[in-house]
């Protein structure tokens, strides 16, 4: 299928995203345009002693809210396009978190869990909605999404993820430089940089063995992965820019992988 495009304006419908995840809308869905729901996926788990353990869920409402409004008051290409209707979900903020269990604060779900509960809140949403997005927070849940969106896609529903890419480099993962910065930019006041401390900043692939058999605690005391004390507003204002556009590209393309059903 096509992308998506949406604007605000007399006689087209709209819908504003609001800090909380949610959206009001004004009138009704154009003939010939869709209703597209976008579903916040988050976590619940220890981010440091600097950052709130509901970080990923905060960055997942927030991008949903970004991405949304930047389709609704952007230009539209194509004036013959339809228009589409969007409607921010509640955010679902627990999620797969088993390697940060170890660190109080954290509270999981579990992968077949989040699978689950996923699949059917896809399928409920399919029942008004043309189009369901997940816009995902959390690396951990994404085995749980490809699970579940790639069986509402076999059933037939028009359904895909996407992730929230908050790094750019393997030695700085959760609660480090970029995750940090990125709170500090949408966030600040939720953030204790005179608490935040050095993790373990070594490469993701040399530290997953360790993870998998003793989860994050077996590398990181302090269950960070990254450097938080270099961060800084401007560097998260940077970050934010290049994920929110990296996201609205995926979205306008909507092209799901037939493996996983992960926009790209």
């Keep these: 299928m096509t992308g998506v495009s949406g604007t605000s304006g007399e006689g087209t419908g709209s819908s504003r995203a609001t800090p909380g995840g949610r959206v009001t809308q004004e009138g009704r869905v154009t003939p010939g345009g869709r209703m597209v729901a976008v579903l916040p996926v988050g976590a619940t788990e220890q981010h440091g002693l600097h950052l709130p353990p509901e970080t990923d869920t905060l960055l997942a409402v927030a991008a949903a809210g970004a991405l949304v409004d930047e389709l609704v008051d952007g230009p539209v290409d194509d004036p013959g396009e339809a228009r589409a209707c969007f409607t921010v979900l509640a955010a679902l903020a627990f999620g797969a978190s088993g390697e940060h269990q170890a660190f109080p604060g954290t509270v999981s779900m579990g992968t077949e869990a989040l699978a689950s509960v996923v699949l059917e809140l896809g399928r409920s949403v399919s029942t008004w909605a043309d189009r369901l997005l997940i816009v995902n927070g959390h690396g951990g849940n994404v ?81 960070v992965l990254g450097d938080p004390t270099t961060a800084s507003g401007g560097e998260g204002a940077r970050l934010w820019h290049l994920l929110v556009a990296e996201a609205r590209a995926s979205l306008i393309a909507w092209n799901p992988g037939d493996a996983d059903g992960m926009l790209r």
Excluded: F, N, Q
């Design 143 to 223: 085995e749980a999404l490809r699970l579940a969106v790639t069986r509402l896609r076999y059933e037939g529903r028009d359904a895909a993820w996407l992730s929230c890419r908050t790094a750019e480099d393997s030695t700085d993962t959760h609660a480090g430089h970029a995750e940090t910065s990125l709170m500090l930019h949408l966030h600040p006041d939720l953030v204790d940089m005179e608490r935040a401390e050095k993790g373990c900043t070594a490469p993701l692939r040399e530290i997953l063995p360790a993870m998998r058999e003793g989860g994050v605690a077996a590398v990181s005391p302090t269950g």
